[in-house]
């Protein structure tokens, strides 16, 4: 089955940075790719996504790219603020069909003032 | 529109008895999955309904099983409650053709 591993575990960044988050999966007919975020207590919120027929995608700070090749897919979060300290999972689908997501172990942001 | 509803937010129960959690999708919405949320494991998927029929199964044993009603609403069902099934349990629903997936709050189930 799918196998989804993200990297890193924990990242601290200060306000105002960068941030990249990166994961891999080893299923090539997987065909979406969503990002989540979840903050302390609260539900897992979709924050951007992308298909396979797309290379890159943006939404105002947040972009997301994906290299069907090396089957890599990677956040990106420009100028980093307070609010966006949050767990963040990406995931994959569509191998087999139906809407079976495949999460990877999730990253810690902290952003530092 | 409401969101994706679970029921009920909190449970507590004793190993060996079993357990029903509830979901009502967003209306209009006819796939559900269930995902198990743990500290050591991560969002694990345990199955997919979609039109009444089950559609996809994750790698859980038998004690844990799935039903979906005529209007979309879904019951999962742990039977036989072990120590290792405290968890927080999410459901999320997405639209007929869709992949986007909205998750509900959850239901945290704590067995001691």
């Known amino acids: 089955g799918e196998n989804v591993e993200q990297h890193p575990s924990t990242l601290s960044v200060q306000e105002g940075d960068s941030a990249v988050i990166k994961c891999t999966y080893s299923?090539?007919?997987?065909?979406?790719f969503p990002w989540y975020k979840q903050e302390l207590g609260k539900r897992p919120q979709l924050i951007i996504d992308?298909?396979?027929?797309?290379g890159e995608k943006k939404d105002q700070r947040i972009a997301v790219t994906l290299n069907k090749t090396a089957k890599h897919f990677s956040l990106h979060i420009t100028e980093t603020q307070p609010e966006d300290s949050a767990v963040y999972f990406c995931?994959?689908?569509?191998?087999?069909?139906?809407?079976?997501?495949?999460f990877g172990t999730g990253t810690q942001l902290k952003v530092e003032l | 529109k409401a969101g994706v509803t679970q029921t009920p937010r909190y449970l507590i129960k004793t190993r060996g008895q079993q357990v029903t959690l509830s979901c009502s999708p967003i209306?209009?919405?006819?796939?559900v999955s269930w995902y198990q949320q743990t500290p050591g494991q991560g969002l694990q998927f345990l199955f997919e309904?979609?039109?009444?029929?089950?559609?996809n199964k994750g790698n859980f044993p038998g004690r844990f099983s799935g039903r979906q009603f005529s209007n979309s609403r879904s019951e999962m069902n742990v039977s036989t409650l072990e120590l290792g099934d405290s968890a927080l349990y999410l459901c999320?629903?997405?639209?007929?053709?869709?992949?986007?997936?909205?998750f509900g709050a959850g239901t945290r189930l704590s067995v001691l």
């Open positions: 309904y979609f039109s009444e029929t089950q559609r």
């Open positions: 209306s209009g919405h006819r796939s």
């Open positions: 992308i298909r396979s027929n797309v």
């Open positions: 299923d090539s007919a997987s065909n979406y």
């Open positions: 999320a629903s997405s639209s007929s053709g869709g992949n986007i997936q909205y």
């Open positions: 995931a994959a689908s569509g191998a087999g069909g139906g809407n079976k997501l495949t």
